[in-house]
Structures are given as C-alpha cells and as structure tokens.
C-alpha cells in the first residue's frame, strides 16, 4: 500500500463542500495509484493544507462516467480513481508550510509520500 498526495483546486471542484454531502470523490489518474492505496488531499488555495484522508477504491474508471459536477472535460483522455473519505483533519493539521518544512515539494501533481514527509504526517497523524 502506497501513501499519495493528490492536489485539489477549489477553483476547478470545490472539495470542501463535496465532502460536506458525499463520501467519495473521483480524482484524474495522473500516477500507479492502485485500489487500497492511502491518499491525502492538498486543498490549494486559499486553505494550502492537507484536509482530507481517503483510500483508493476503484481505478481506471473512464471520463465518460464520471458526473460533470467534477468538471471533466467531455473527450478527456485519462482514466480516474474513486477515492473514499476516511478521515477529515482539524484546520491547520497539515499545512503547506509545514509539509515543505518536513520534505514536500509543492503540490502540484500527485506524489508518493516517503521519506521525512511521511514520517512527519504519520508522527502528527498518531497524535490526533
């Protein structure tokens, strides 16, 4: 099982209030992610922080299945994830700064986690 980053632009889906009514969420498959595979969701701005824990629960799903809600252009290409809503962090557990302090690079395409970062979010994530 493999520990991810997955980007999420509020301006193009807002996450934040998906969540508030749903319990999945489908994401572009951009890397190997593999059903079982743990996510953490970077929300970008204006929150620049790890909001969300998910795990992978469907891959290579078509664009032409996924709602529109989720702003996939009709004719896009790559294949999608469902990721399940596992846990919802307290603001500020996660933020950008402080994952860069601990190893990250930015967030702009998904990442394995490893190294200082990992250990970091498992040491902050223990405590909750």
């Known amino acids: 099982m493999t ?4 980007p999420c632009n509020v ?3 807002n996450i934040v209030e998906h969540f508030k ?3 999945t969420a489908f994401f572009k498959r951009n890397r190997a992610l593999a059903v079982g595979d743990e ?3 970077y929300v ?3 929150f620049s922080e790890v909001k969300y824990k998910g795990h992978v629960i469907k891959t290579g799903i078509p664009a032409n299945e996924i709602d529109i809600k989720y702003g996939v ?3 896009e290409e790559k294949s999608f994830i469902e990721v399940e809503l596992d846990k919802v962090f307290p603001e500020g557990t996660f933020t950008g700064k402080d994952l860069m302090d601990h190893g990250l690079g930015q967030v702009v395409n998904q990442q394995i986690i490893r190294g200082k970062t990992e250990e970091y979010i498992l040491a902050i994530e223990n405590q909750l």
């Open 3 to 6: 520990k991810w980053m997955i």
């Open 11 to 13: 301006k193009n889906f």
């Open 21 to 23: 009514s749903e319990k």
């Open 39 to 41: 996510v953490y969701i």
């Open 44 to 46: 970008a701005k204006p």
């Open 73 to 75: 252009p009709r004719g």
